[in-house]
């Protein structure tokens, strides 16, 4: 074969051999992505193992076992699940089965008949909500769920629950029962039994701030201890803000004059705030603490403990 023949023959071998070995590292490519993506479905430990560990050239991909998850513990409450139940077997009928709210329930209680209300009743909830939940034995729940009329009182059901060993799968077991609503407990003692001046600097600083911080009367950053970030209700849902008693833990919050720097009080403000709906009672506990002669707020909380104690 002569010289020039044997060149360009020469660089068509040269190419397809680059060509091959372009090829390869594409499908080396191509398999370690698959590795990778195996890897995820698998759980984030393998896909670290995966990315530190897999080798520069994989001869198979060996396939991924499917992801187990769990999405809580065998103790889960299904307290939401009852009250999805409820609301929709009470919105159910046997003369109409297939609605959604009659498949819904049927599907969560598969065992469970659906009611059978007189032609023109209306008597649907207009909202229903779980308020009580209790786990009888391993996998099996009571749930007390409260069902609110326009014009009726309220009724209570209590639904069976069972759930399953992971806590992530939930079926009504049996026909919800009606009973009495739970008994109303007794109002715990109040913390707060120290009448605070209204007259005096905590009362109005207190007044000054909560007007700012509800119905927008000056910043509420003036009123602040140094480090504390609070923001105001906005847009302001008041036009005028009173307050109409205040009850403290600690002697200090009666002084008449302001205490040593880093005195610190605890304060419950019982308020009213007005708009043009009407008169609206609120209560706010707050923490004041002493600094260079004036309270400054230094915590906000609600709901406040307000019960008990006696008047200004």
């Not at 397809?16 to 479905?41: D, F, K």
């Not at 209570?156 to 029962?177: E, L, M, N, R, T």
């Amino acid at each position: 074969m002569s010289p020039g023949k044997q060149a360009p023959e020469g660089q068509a071998a040269a190419v397809v051999a680059a060509g091959a070995r372009l090829e390869a590292m594409r499908r080396r490519v191509r398999l370690s992505r698959l590795v990778v993506w195996a890897a995820i479905a698998a759980g984030p430990v393998a896909l670290t193992v995966a990315v530190t560990s897999a080798p520069a050239v994989v001869e198979a991909a060996a396939p991924a076992k499917p992801a187990t998850v769990r999405t809580g513990s065998g103790a889960a409450d299904p307290g939401g699940y009852a009250q999805l139940f409820v609301g929709a077997w009470l919105r159910s009928s046997t003369g109409d089965a297939t609605r959604w709210q009659a498949r819904l329930a049927q599907s969560m209680a598969p065992d469970v008949d659906l009611p059978d209300p007189a032609s023109g009743a209306q008597l649907r909830p207009q909202s229903v909500t779980a308020v009580r939940s209790a786990q009888r034995e391993a996998g099996r729940w009571s749930v007390t769920v409260a069902a609110q009329y326009a014009e009726a009182p309220v009724r209570y059901y209590v639904v069976p629950v069972a759930v399953d060993d992971d806590g992530g799968s939930f079926v009504v077991i049996g026909a919800p029962s009606v009973v009495a609503g739970p008994t109303r407990a007794q109002v715990p003692a109040s913390p707060y039994s120290v009448s605070v001046p209204s007259g005096g600097d905590l009362a109005v600083g207190i007044g000054e701030f909560l007007a700012a911080y509800l119905a927008g009367a000056g910043e509420v950053d003036r009123y602040l201890a140094p480090g504390v970030r609070l923001s105001a209700v906005t847009p302001a849902p008041y036009t005028a803000v009173t307050v109409q008693q205040l009850l403290a833990v600690q002697d200090a919050a009666a002084a008449e004059r302001v205490p040593a720097d880093g005195t610190t009080v605890r304060v419950c403000a019982q308020v009213e705030a007005r708009d043009a709906a009407g008169r609206w009672p609120l209560a706010y506990e707050l923490t004041l603490k002493a600094r260079s002669g004036r309270w400054e707020i230094a915590a906000l909380e609600t709901p406040a403990a307000s019960g008990g104690g006696g008047g200004v």
